[in-house]
Nanobody, 119 residues
Framework: QVQLVESGGGLVEPGGSLRLSCAAS????????MAWYRQAPGKERELVAE???????VHADSVKGRFTISRDNAKNTVYLQMNNLKPEDTAVYYC?????????????WGKGILVTVSS
């Protein structure tokens, strides 16, 4: 059974940092593309960052230079380090896993975890 479980969300002040974690089971983690998406209130879900099995990364322009995605294949875990957080980063963040032939916005999803950036 495939399962992605996010952790590490919460409330943080603008300029602060959080690290999200996603623990995967039931997939061949080492060969899958892992990604983080987010959905803010009233907005469509959007890709935040992804990392391939070989370690290549893509980050959305809105988070480039502030967020960093990484993976630890030995732990079947993907991370999203978020620095210099802004109120517009407030969203539910979703972990995602897909095979290389599977399009973005498809594959397996976690249930999501809330990140709130507010003073």
């Amino acid at each position: 059974q495939v399962q992605l479980v996010e952790s590490g969300g919460g409330l943080v002040e603008p300029g602060g940092s959080l690290r999200l974690s996603c623990a995967a089971s039931g997939i061949i983690f080492s060969i899958n593309v892992m990604a983080w998406y987010r959905q803010a209130p009233g907005k469509e879900r959007e890709l935040v960052a992804e990392v391939t099995s070989g370690g290549s990364t893509v980050h959305a322009d809105s988070v480039k230079g502030r967020f960093t995605i990484s993976r630890d294949n030995a732990k079947n875990t993907v991370y999203l380090q978020m620095n210099n957080l802004k109120p517009e980063d407030t969203a539910v963040y979703y972990c995602n896993s897909r095979g290389i032939a599977v399009p973005r916005y498809r594959g397996v999803w976690g249930k999501g975890i809330l990140v709130t950036v507010s003073s």
